[in-house]
């Protein structure tokens, strides 16, 4: 929770290309129901990986704040004091980009399903016949590999290969972000997504817990929440192509996944998108 929790504050940073986080708070709620033991086991284990991720990042915590809560929360804020040219502002996409994405969809997917495996819950009364639990726990592992990286080196290629614009892919879905995205341009453009990078097995299940009057995590409408997802990308045809190969060679992942086309400021996806299976 600590790292995945510390990745998304610095996301905020990245996705406007600030690479420097100049001071970082932590804020921490601490669930009421957990025992004097529970919170001597679990509460430093929070705070290191808090404090582990934001020293990968080269970021000094320098304070916070913790209160007692009905439920377990933990998040903080980044802030970094920078030139103009150290910015990439949002607004600049144009007709002829290419849209990436520096991580896969499905985190939402991956922890409700965990999470019904373990309480033996009713909506996993139903997904259990369409899932194993080796691979719940294996796309569970995938999904917290996603949301511990820190989206650093997707900002770092944003100034190699000058992006346009870019947002990180949280709660509102990859929809709801590049509609935000799209409605903060210059151009009169639109963004068209034609490919969703999933994690394995999910989008067929997906669709099985549907017909089955299960669940509606709303995949392939691009609405399902993601939890410290990747940077959301627009920039030129050749710098696209250029990025997403050195992502890869430095071992991350990006897959360019649609065009900025002529429009009114709004973004949407293909009937019948490409799907990328994705593992780690």
């Given at each position: 929770?600590g790292?995945?929790?510390?990745a998304?504050?610095?996301?905020?940073?990245?996705?406007?290309?600030?690479?420097?986080?100049d001071?970082?708070l932590?804020?921490?709620?601490?669930?009421?129901?957990?025992?004097n033991t529970?919170?001597?086991?679990?509460?430093p284990?929070?705070?290191?990986?808090?404090?582990d991720?934001?020293?990968?990042?080269?970021v000094?915590?320098?304070?916070?704040?913790?209160?007692?809560?009905?439920?377990?929360?933990?998040?903080?804020?980044?802030?970094?004091?920078?030139s103009?040219?150290?910015?990439i502002?949002?607004n600049?996409?144009?007709?002829?980009?290419?849209?990436?994405l520096?991580?896969?969809?499905?985190?939402?997917?991956a922890?409700?399903?965990?999470?019904?495996?373990q309480?033996g819950?009713?909506?996993w009364a139903i997904?259990?016949?369409?899932i194993?639990?080796?691979?719940v726990?294996?796309?569970?592992?995938?999904a917290?590999?996603?949301?511990?990286?820190?989206?650093?080196?997707?900002?770092?290629?944003?100034?190699?290969?000058?992006?346009?614009?870019?947002t990180?892919?949280t709660?509102?879905?990859?929809?709801?972000?590049?509609?935000?995205?799209?409605?903060?341009?210059?151009?009169?453009?639109?963004?068209?997504?034609?490919?969703?990078?999933?994690?394995a097995?999910?989008?067929?299940?997906?669709?099985?817990?549907?017909?089955?009057?299960g669940?509606?995590?709303?995949?392939?409408?691009?609405f399902?929440?993601?939890?410290?997802?990747?940077?959301?990308v627009?920039?030129?045809e050749e710098?696209?192509r250029?990025?997403?190969?050195?992502?890869?060679?430095?071992?991350?992942?990006a897959?360019?996944i649609?065009?900025?086309?002529?429009?009114t400021?709004?973004?949407?996806?293909?009937?019948?998108p490409?799907?990328?299976?994705?593992?780690?």
């Amino acid at each position: 929770m600590g790292k995945v929790a510390c990745a998304n504050v610095l996301s905020d940073l990245y996705a406007m290309g600030v690479v420097q986080c100049d001071n970082m708070l932590l804020l921490l709620g601490i669930a009421k129901e957990l025992s004097n033991t529970q919170r001597k086991v679990v509460i430093p284990m929070i705070l290191e990986g808090f404090r582990d991720l934001a020293r990968e990042a080269g970021v000094a915590i320098n304070g916070g704040q913790t209160v007692v809560n009905p439920w377990m929360i933990i998040g903080g804020v980044a802030t970094s004091v920078c030139s103009a040219n150290e910015v990439i502002f949002p607004n600049q996409a144009v007709v002829g980009d290419k849209i990436l994405l520096t991580k896969p969809l499905g985190t939402q997917v991956a922890v409700n399903l965990h999470q019904w495996m373990q309480l033996g819950t009713p909506s996993w009364a139903i997904a259990k016949d369409l899932i194993s639990a080796d691979d719940v726990i294996a796309r569970y592992n995938d999904a917290t590999i996603s949301m511990t990286t820190l989206n650093l080196e997707a900002a770092k290629l944003m100034h190699k290969h000058n992006a346009h614009a870019a947002t990180d892919v949280t709660g509102f879905g990859i929809l709801g972000h590049s509609t935000n995205l799209a409605e903060f341009q210059k151009d009169d453009v639109d963004f068209s997504i034609h490919t969703l990078p999933i994690l394995a097995g999910f989008s067929d299940l997906c669709k099985q817990l549907i017909a089955l009057g299960g669940r509606n995590f709303k995949l392939h409408d691009g609405f399902s929440s993601e939890t410290s997802g990747g940077l959301l990308v627009c920039l030129g045809e050749e710098d696209a192509r250029r990025y997403v190969e050195e992502m890869r060679a430095g071992g991350g992942k990006a897959w360019i996944i649609g065009d900025v086309v002529p429009g009114t400021r709004t973004s949407r996806i293909a009937a019948n998108p490409e799907i990328i299976e994705v593992t780690y």
